[in-house]
Structure formats: structure tokens, C-alpha cells
Antibody
Framework: QVQLQESGPGLVKPSETLSLTCSVS?????????WGWIRQPPGKGLEWVGS???????YYNPSLKSRVTLSGDTSKNHFSLKLTFVTAADTAVYFC?????????????WGQGTLVTVSS | QSVLTQPPSASGTPGQMVTISCSGS????????VYWYQQLPGTAPKLLIY???QRPSGVPDRFSGSKSGTSASLAISGLRSEDEADYYC???????????FGTGTKVTVL
């Protein structure tokens, strides 16, 4: 059973960089699957941020591509999100999730989510 | 500004059937699989349907998905109080080269 857990600062100042990590247990991120981030502003819908494949290939939401970097650390079995130059519009619950177990794009394992607030 | 449009709300009484629509285009639903997620209040989304109409292990057969052209639907039969949640369609968009979610539908059990 794959388990994911997000971690990182809950408060980030405007114009700074948001950094989150998703720790994975029950499966090696280098063995397969896609590992991604999805965010949800308070009271709003879901937005895909991006995904990183087990081979390191990355896929980003075009609207965020200029500010997003995803990376993986196989030694720690976790993957990370960096979002630069944040504004209040980036305030959201950030979920990490995986796909590829039953279908390449079916997000079937999710973390519980972590709220990141952008405020001075 | 999602490219997948859903009605904001749907409702029904216990035992009834509720259907949620998801409208897209040729670059997303028209050429790729559709996925459905259920998000109970305060929790992470859960995969309900994959590849248009397939249920992951453990998802009751009260939930069913279908797709026709550039639209898709999720049907919930035998509505139960625990089905009260937000539901999102999703899929890959070839034009955007990205994964897109629908606008979301809040289902209320009256």
C-alpha cells in the first residue's frame, strides 16, 4: 500500500519560494508510477500543478510552468515541489498524489494535504 | 477557467439516482480517458472512476461512469447520505499538454 505525506512550511511570504516535500512509503519512486502535486485554494476546485515520472521526466501545468520545479530524491524516497515568486493566489491546500498503479493518469494514492498560506 | 465544465450542484433524496455531467472538447474528453474523483469534506480526493467507466477495487457499483463524444457523466444510484461530497471529472488535455480537473459538483443528499 503506497502512502504519501506532505511536509513543509505552512506560511510563505509574498515573492518568496514555496517548497514542499512528499515522503513516500510502501513503494520506491524510482520503480515506476508518476508522482504529482495538486492544489486547492480555500473553498475552490482542484488544480493540477505538475508531475514527475519515475525516470525523472517532468510535466507542468502550462499556467505555472515558469515558476514550478519538481524533483525527486530516490535516496530519501521523496519528491519535491518548488514554486517561486508566490502571491496570495498561491494560497491553497497542496496535495501530493501518485498515478500509474491501475492507469497512467488515475490518481489513486493521495496524501492528506497541507495548507500553505502566502502572507506577509 | 477550467476547460471541463460541471454543474455546480446536484441533489437527491436517499435511494434516488443523481447524474453529474462533465463537458469538454475534442482535445480532452474527446480524445482521452475521463476520471472521476470524490472529495468528502475536509479530506483528500478519492479516485472513483478511471478510463471512463472502470471502478477501482472497493468502489461500490452504485457509482458508474460513461462517455460520449466530448462529454462524460457520473451516475450515483441508490443515493446514500455518505455520498454527500464534491465530485470532479478530470483527464488529459492534448492542447494544454496537462491534466485538467472539472469545475466540481457538490452533491447534497436531501
Amino acid at each position: 500500500q503506497v502512502q504519501l505525506q506532505e511536509s513543509g512550511p505552512g506560511l510563505v511570504k509574498p515573492s518568496e519560494t514555496l517548497s514542499l516535500t512528499c515522503s513516500v512509503s510502501g513503494y520506491s519512486i524510482s520503480s515506476g508510477y508518476f508522482w504529482g502535486w495538486i492544489r486547492q485554494p480555500p473553498g475552490k476546485g482542484l488544480e493540477w500543478v505538475g508531475s514527475i515520472a519515475h525516470n525523472g521526466a517532468t510535466y507542468y501545468n502550462p499556467s505555472l510552468k515558469s515558476r514550478v520545479t519538481l524533483s525527486g530524491d530516490t535516496s530519501k524516497n521523496h519528491f519535491s515541489l518548488k514554486l517561486t515568486f508566490v502571491t496570495a493566489a498561491d494560497t491553497a491546500v497542496y496535495f501530493c498524489a501518485s498515478s500509474g498503479n491501475i492507469d497512467e493518469k488515475a490518481l489513486d494514492y493521495w496524501g492528506q494535504g497541507t495548507l500553505v498560506t502566502v502572507s506577509s | 477557467q477550467s476547460v471541463l465544465t460541471q454543474p455546480p450542484s446536484a441533489s437527491g433524496t436517499p435511494g434516488q439516482m443523481v447524474t453529474i455531467s462533465c463537458s469538454g472538447s475534442s482535445s480532452n474528453i474527446g480524445s482521452n480517458y475521463v476520471y472521476w474523483y470524490q472529495q468528502l469534506p475536509g479530506t483528500a480526493p478519492k479516485l472513483l472512476i478511471y478510463r471512463n467507466n472502470q471502478r477501482p477495487s472497493g468502489v461500490p457499483d452504485r457509482f458508474s461512469g460513461s462517455k460520449s463524444g466530448t462529454s462524460a457523466s457520473l451516475a450515483i444510484s441508490g443515493l446514500r447520505s455518505e455520498d454527500e461530497a464534491d465530485y470532479y471529472c478530470a483527464g488529459w488535455d492534448d492542447s494544454l499538454s496537462g491534466y485538467v480537473f472539472g469545475t466540481g459538483t457538490k452533491v447534497t443528499v436531501l
